[in-house]
């Protein structure tokens, strides 16, 4: 996001029904006036209600989805990955944003005053600001530690304690690094005949000493935040890719697969009456399958969370590039499209909060089964919070069934599962 992030100071003018000067301003400020500005030029026209009820749906979603991923990791000690806690701070990073900047960005979006004063005109592009660079060093550090994990495994060994210490860091450097962004933010009133009177048409906007010094700084937020944090990634997820999808599982040799024998043929070279448990062998590739399915998803989960940031981020990106850098929209002729792409690429940014725990929830068993169990709280018919219901007699009884044919059908099982696995590695 834009780290100002006030859409009240896109383009420093508000953009209603018409401009206003000092000259339409009664002398003695009456009341009158200030109510004919917020019926015929602030209030909500109809295709801004359809913008509220945009951000009213991805608030609800945002808080709701990104605190049941963390209660599902807190929960659950098998959830407890190094990858879920990057995935959690990056879900407190979107709870942030959401509760505290959301509201404040669509009350600006619509009325185009800053209405908050000048304390939280520093604090709250800050914190945007600061939940930028800590939802991309988290993804930066989720796609190192699944680069090392699957295409170096001896290099480095990522532990749960290593996450914790790097998220530590990762929420130090960046309120560090975004203290500038809360100094140059400063609130000031587009019409200061009416400062004294109302914060309407109050703008939080950046006061820089030198017009050198913007393009500096924006042009390194985009690099620093954007532009070279994707490419690296980018270049971790192809060879991510490359080893996952091209080649056989890491670590499977030729020779396990070579001199690995069916379970039917290794009953019938010991003979019957002993066990048709599968041999070392098949057991060890049956692992090396299942870490190779697991990687696959979790890979394809990681891609598609980067791939959407990006979309979501890229506008916002572009348009502070294009204002703070090369000083357009400053003179925009059609000022109404120019509210519109910034309202937009704002909604977007919260949009991509939004669109995390969908993401794991379409992509990822896990955290699917810990949300239904959540939801099974509130909706009756699926047990007390997702707790399996007892087993029905007809159910028992086809257990027990199950397992008295057990022992002439089990030879066949294995065979068939070990079949199915080889031929999805194997060319």
Not at 21 to 29: G, I, M
């Amino acid at each position: 996001m834009e780290p100002s992030a006030t859409p009240g100071a896109q383009t420093g003018t508000p953009t209603g029904g018409g401009e206003l000067s000092p000259s339409l301003v009664p002398p003695d400020y009456e009341d009158e006036f200030l109510r004919y500005l917020w019926r015929d030029y602030l209030y909500p026209k109809q295709y801004e209600w359809v913008l509220i009820a945009a951000y009213v749906a991805v608030f609800l979603v945002a808080l709701v989805g990104n605190t049941l991923v963390c209660l599902a990791v807190w929960r659950n000690h098998h959830m407890r990955t190094v990858t879920n806690y990057f995935i959690v701070n990056l879900s407190l990073a979107d709870v942030l944003v959401t509760a505290i900047c959301l509201p404040a960005s669509l009350l600006v979006d619509i009325t185009e005053s800053w209405l908050f004063g000048h304390t939280l005109c520093k604090v709250i592009p800050y914190l945007q600001a600061v939940s930028v660079s800590v939802a991309v060093l988290t993804l930066s550090f989720i796609a190192l530690d699944r680069w090392y994990a699957i295409c170096h495994p001896l290099l480095f060994k990522s532990t749960a304690r290593r996450a914790r210490s790097s998220i530590l860091g990762i929420w130090a450097v960046s309120l560090a690094v975004m203290v500038p962004q809360a100094a140059v933010m400063e609130c000031s009133s587009v019409l200061p005949e009416l400062a004294n009177r109302t914060r309407l048409f109050s703008v939080c906007d950046e006061h820089w000493a030198d017009d050198l010094y913007p393009k500096i700084y924006h042009s390194c937020f985009f690099i620093v935040t954007y532009l070279a944090p994707l490419g690296l990634m980018a270049m971790a997820y192809f060879q991510i890719f490359r080893k996952l999808w091209g080649r056989q599982i890491p670590g499977t040799t030729s020779a396990l697969v070579r001199n690995w024998k069916r379970p039917s043929d290794q009953l019938e070279d010991q003979g019957p009456g002993l066990s048709a448990e599968p041999p070392p062998r098949a057991r060890a590739f049956l692992a090396e399958v299942k870490q190779m399915r697991a990687r696959r998803k979790t890979a394809k989960m990681l891609m598609v969370l980067l791939l959407v940031f990006a979309l979501c981020y890229l506008p916002i990106s572009v348009l502070n590039v294009l204002k703070r850098v090369f000083g357009m929209f400053r003179q925009s002729s059609d000022r109404e499209a120019v509210y519109t792409c910034f309202t937009f690429s704002h909604w977007l940014v919260y949009a991509n909060s939004a669109a995390n725990p969908i993401i794991y929830n379409f992509l990822s068993g896990k955290f699917r089964e810990q949300f239904k169990a959540a939801f099974s709280c509130c909706l009756p018919g699926l047990g007390p919070c997702g707790s399996p219901k007892a087993p029905s007699p007809r159910s028992s009884a086809s257990h027990k069934s199950l397992s008295l044919h057990s022992r002439c059908s089990v030879s066949k099982v294995p065979e068939h599962v070990v079949l199915t696995s080889v031929t999805t590695v194997l060319p």
